[in-house]
T-cell receptor, first 112, second 112 residues
């Protein structure tokens, strides 16, 4: 039973570029949430997807957008990258909006 | 004021010691409470849920005080393998479906 998977594991971009991160949820899970974790901080909620719709959003600018596909996988897109976007991006899946969330290994993004 | 506040530590303790972590949360409507563990450069993993009645899992005991909006984690007989960052997490509240709100994390280093 595969857990949550994310790709790529690491990514280096320059300021102003765009990036797409991908997440496949744990088998049987239909809800995907995305978090940003800066160095030395706890994860911060970006948004949550269920039934291919964004259900809740944290305090992140519109440069951060997402999508959920019919197979429940999800993408996180960040436009016009800033140096401050450098972080570990974590995807978590759950069986429903309110159930226990299980995290993937994350994607480390470095913006130069 | 942060929604979930923790002392970042680090807590340096010898093997066999008992150590306690605390956190406070600001939203009195919060409904669910957790401790997650995060090893260096890894994803957070659920350690245990926290209930008002208190709950125990082996050497770990968690407690919730709703009146004081205070959550605690007690680790008895510390092992080297307990060295990690412990994240206090809150979920729920008005208009909040599945968003997890993390504290900054408390770093524990258990020494031989």
């Amino acid at each position: 039973d595969a857990g949550v998977t994310q790709s790529p594991t690491h990514l280096i971009k320059t300021r102003g570029q765009q990036v797409t991160l991908r997440c496949s949820p744990k088998s049987g899970h239909d809800t995907v949430s995305w978090y940003q974790q800066a160095l030395g901080q706890g994860p911060q909620f970006i948004f949550q997807y269920y039934e291919e719709e964004e259900r809740q959003r944290g305090n992140f600018p519109d440069r951060f957008s997402g999508h959920q596909f019919p197979n429940y996988s999800s993408e996180l897109n960040v436009n016009a990258l800033l140096l401050g976007d450098s972080a570990l991006y974590l995807c978590a899946s759950s069986q429903g909006l309110r159930e226990t969330q299980y995290f993937g290994p994350g994607t480390r993004l470095l913006v130069l | 004021r942060k929604e979930v506040e923790q002392d970042p530590g680090p807590f340096n303790v010898p093997e066999g010691a008992t150590v306690a972590f605390n956190c406070t949360y600001s939203n009195s409507a919060s409904q669910s409470f957790f401790w997650y563990r995060q090893d260096c450069r890894k994803e957070p993993k659920l350690l245990m849920s926290v209930y008002s009645s208190g709950n125990e899992d082996g050497r770990f005991t968690a407690q919730l005080n709703r009146a004081s909006q205070y959550i605690s984690l007690l680790i008895r007989d510390s092992k080297l393998s307990d060295s990690a960052t412990y994240l206090c997490v809150v979920k729920g509240g008005s208009g909040n479906t599945g968003k997890l709100i993390f504290g900054q994390g408390t770093t524990l280093q258990v020494k031989p």
